[in-house]
């Protein structure tokens, strides 16, 4: 069961926009969310978190926004950079830190 | 510090075989989940050990096992192996896994497994 989606396999933006990656969720024992990166070869790695307490959490040109009401949450980079082109995972938890991913969505920003 | 670490990084096996994947944590993480990801899956929940015991467990057929040593390295194991468990095997390790601290999960780069 998928408990978090990413329904665009990929997204491709012109360096310098705004890029827009979305995810939905459909458990309500989720309460913290996170969005990880992932580069070819490599593992991957922690981006930006949000707790449910929170509607948007912001890191330099990374701002994640939740709407529990929607069970939608969306990571916005913005300028986007070349260096961002990677896989971006969505991944949602419970109080029990059982973590769930999506399948990820490939994000390719063109110079 | 260093990362976490994952050996072998490649591996080719054929129908039937078992295979042994093996992960160390960062120094000092107690908590080590094993993921499996595959192209359209994402990356799918195994199970997760904290100090020696089998925590969390996802909804994988009972071919996908996994130990916790006490130096909290652990391995996973896949019995039988079908063609359908051809995909990146990632761990992560994180301080405790549970609870208030909602911890970041650190991934080591993965073992990828081909069964041909």
């Known amino acids: 069961d998928q408990q978090v989606k990413q329904n665009s396999p990929s997204l491709s933006v012109q360096e310098g926009r705004i890029s827009i990656l979305n995810c939905d969720y459909t458990n309500s024992m989720f309460d913290y969310f996170l969005w990880y990166k992932k580069y070819p070869a490599e593992g991957p790695t922690f981006l930006i978190s949000i707790s449910s307490i929170k509607d948007k959490n912001e890191d330099g040109r990374f701002t994640v926004f939740l709407n529990k009401s929607a069970k939608h949450l969306s990571l916005h980079i913005v300028p986007s950079q070349p260096g961002d082109s990677a896989v971006y995972f969505c991944?949602?938890?419970?109080?029990?830190?059982?973590?769930?991913f999506g399948a990820g969505t490939r994000l390719t920003v063109k110079p | 510090k260093a990362g976490v670490t994952q050996t072998p990084r490649y591996l080719i096996k054929t129908r039937g075989q078992q295979v042994t994947l093996s992960c160390s944590p960062i120094?000092?993480?107690?908590?080590v989940s094993w993921y499996q990801q595959t192209p359209g899956q994402g990356l799918q929940f195994l199970f997760e050990y904290f100090s020696e015991t089998q925590r969390n467990k996802g909804n994988f057929p009972g071919r996908f096992s996994g130990r916790q040593f006490s130096n909290s390295r652990s391995e996973m194991n896949v019995s039988t192996l079908e063609l359908g468990d051809s995909a990146l095997y990632l761990c992560?390790?994180?301080?405790?896994?549970?609870?208030?601290?909602?911890?970041?999960?650190?991934f080591g780069p993965g073992t990828r497994l081909l069964v041909l």
């Open positions: 991944a949602a938890s419970d109080n029990n830190n059982d973590m769930r």
């Open positions: 992560a390790s994180s301080l405790v896994g549970q609870g208030a601290s909602r911890e970041t999960q650190y």
């Open positions: 120094s000092g993480h107690r908590s």
